[in-house]
């Protein structure tokens, strides 16, 4: 956070839009249908990519409408005692999930690997989504849905959407500027995928079979990559909290 605050806004807000551009909703739900045989669905996916975009513009408005008030509130509740604590327990709940996440991934692993039939599938939300998205009689308002539905289930894990509209509700901005910084976001924000759009259209033989391999270890390491980030953030969270209660370090 602090590196990204010491970069002018511009840039910070870039380098967190790419960052969520890589995720399921603006990124492997696409790659979807653009590895689907025949020809690229392109309005299919340019609704759908619209449709993601103006789901986050939407909630970016929202969230910043009322982010003002919000902010000094929780700064002053986070500067209390009671506050650190239920940072340090939100950060363990956090780095928790995540362990648990990476277990309960690499025993699903193991047991696919060894050719149990049992062995519960990964992605299956996904699955469905893809299967509903090629469907020949695929209206738009599946597609739409499905946006919006990628939308809602990535809300609890959109932290660099979060910290960028932190970012932008902090600078001392017009509102004008303000929204418009939050649009041009949400644009950078599916830049990945609409390249890869592009590239699927002008060079379909030459990026076909990069595309599948793409797709394929974003499935697979989706879970994973999810773990990773809440350990990660988890543990932060938890260090801080306990640096500024005053708690003594494990061995020390």
Do not use: H, N
């Amino acid at each position: 956070m602090d590196f990204l605050t010491s970069l002018p806004l511009p840039l910070g807000l870039a380098i967190l839009a790419l960052v969520d551009g890589l995720s399921v909703g603006t990124l492997l739900v696409p790659l979807f249908l653009l590895v689907a045989p025949g020809r690229p669905r392109v309005r299919r996916i340019m609704l759908y990519l619209g449709t993601i975009t103006g789901f986050y513009l939407a909630v970016g408005v929202l969230f910043m409408l009322g982010i003002a008030s919000v902010i000094d509130i929780g700064r002053e509740f986070l500067a209390s005692t009671a506050g650190q604590v239920v940072l340090l327990l939100a950060g363990l709940a956090l780095l928790g999930a995540g362990i648990r996440m990476g277990v309960v991934d690499s025993r699903r692993k193991k047991r696919a690997k060894a050719g149990d039939p049992t062995a519960p599938e990964g992605g299956g939300r996904l699955l469905r989504w893809r299967e509903r998205l090629l469907a020949d009689g695929t209206g738009r308002a599946a597609v739409v849905s499905v946006a919006v539905a990628a939308g809602l289930v990535e809300i609890a894990g959109m932290l660099p959407y979060l910290i960028g509209m932190t970012m932008l509700a902090d600078a001392p901005l017009p509102a004008p500027a303000r929204f418009g910084m939050l649009a041009a976001y949400c644009l950078v924000m599916i830049a990945p995928a609409l390249l890869l759009l592009g590239a699927r259209i002008v060079a379909a033989r030459a990026v076909e079979r990069p595309l599948r391999r793409f797709t394929s270890w974003m499935q697979r390491t989706g879970a994973e990559s999810t773990s990773w980030i809440f350990g990660i953030v988890g543990f932060l969270l938890a260090r801080a909290a306990w640096t500024q209660l005053g708690l003594p370090l494990p061995g020390a």
